[in-house]
């Protein structure tokens, strides 16, 4: 193999250079880590003819098709459109594959199309997210889970999507068994408690989980036809400083979510280093450097919050710290 492979160009398609020589891997979006079947038998195809056969499910919901010659890659682009065509990737040229390697697979945990506990459709939302972000080079990771269990630990991630939901309670309909209440203590943060034979709700305290909806058999208690989300921000694994997610927004809409997303993306474009190798440079450390309130400032440009939504003035983070 010689020694004129552009590296830059490999990886801005979404090829892995591996520790063979001349040998990578082909990375597959998967928004949301939700498909049609189909999709697998086109993996299969891919892997077997040009790959060795085996493939990775990568840690974000993605696919890795290992065993990749390099001097493949216009064949595997080719062989990869229907698959890009299919999860509705955005794409500038047609069989050129991925025209960016960054943003990291959105991933998401099986949401309300499957799950009891969950609030939302997290793959719905997952493909509108991708569809407003991608293609990008900066490297984001963005993760949503359906309610507060928080299955798809989003609060690793620089942005975190939580679902929530307002309970609206129906008193005709309830038969004071109080399950929503012990349902609340036991597996929430105890924000029900019965007043004259009327389930009452402290609406500082509930989270909007949703456990009470799970657990009354007469649907006296329901969830909220408005979709609610709480924001986490910066939460990050690594050498350095690995820390959880904080909340920045409760009872947000995904409008709103998105916009500030978007807005990131500007504020890493400012304030990158300029000595960041291959423009990679996490947003966290980044908001370290220039502080929360700069942050704050570009994250919020042109969002209009709903009166319920409660926004966390200041954000703190702890985790440990390797390098001190």
Not at 211 to 232: G, Q
Request: proline content about 4%.
């Amino acid at each position: 193999m010689g020694l004129d492979i552009d590296t830059k160009k490999l990886k801005k398609n979404a090829f892995r250079v591996s520790k063979v020589r001349g040998i990578g891997a082909s990375r597959i979006r998967v928004p949301g880590g939700y498909l049609n079947a189909k999709v697998l038998g086109m993996v299969q195809e891919i892997a077997e003819e040009y790959g060795n056969g085996y493939v990775h499910l990568t840690t974000r919901q993605g696919f890795e098709i290992e065993g990749i010659r390099y001097e493949d890659m216009d064949a595997i682009n080719k062989k990869l459109q229907p698959i890009i065509e299919m999860l509705e990737i955005n794409q500038k040229d047609p069989n050129t594959g991925y025209p960016a390697s960054g943003t990291r697979n959105i991933s998401a945990c099986i949401g309300n199309q499957v799950c009891p506990f969950a609030n939302y459709n997290t793959a719905e939302l997952a493909k509108r997210i991708e569809k407003a972000i991608f293609p990008n080079d900066l490297h984001f990771k963005i993760a949503l889970t359906g309610c507060s269990n928080d299955c798809a630990k989003v609060r690793m991630h620089d942005f975190g999507i939580i679902g929530m939901t307002i309970p609206q309670y129906d008193p005709t309909r309830c038969v004071h068994c109080q399950a929503c209440i012990r349902g609340c203590k036991t597996l929430s943060v105890s924000a029900l408690h019965s007043e004259n034979y009327k389930i009452v709700r402290d609406e500082d305290k509930c989270i909007g989980c949703g456990v009470c909806v799970t657990k009354c058999p007469t649907r006296a208690i329901t969830r909220s036809e408005k979709k609610y989300y709480k924001l986490t921000i910066m939460g990050r694994t690594g050498k350095k400083n690995p820390r959880l997610g904080q909340d920045f927004l409760v009872w947000a809409d995904a409008d709103n979510i998105i916009k500030i997303i978007l807005n990131t993306y500007k504020f890493v474009e400012k304030y990158i280093s300029p000595d960041a190798p291959a423009r990679k440079e996490h947003i966290g450390y980044i908001i370290d450097r220039v502080g929360f309130e700069e942050y704050k400032k570009w994250a919020l440009d042109g969002v209009e919050l709903m009166p319920e939504t409660i926004m966390k003035s200041s954000v703190y983070w702890g985790g440990i710290h390797f390098n001190r």
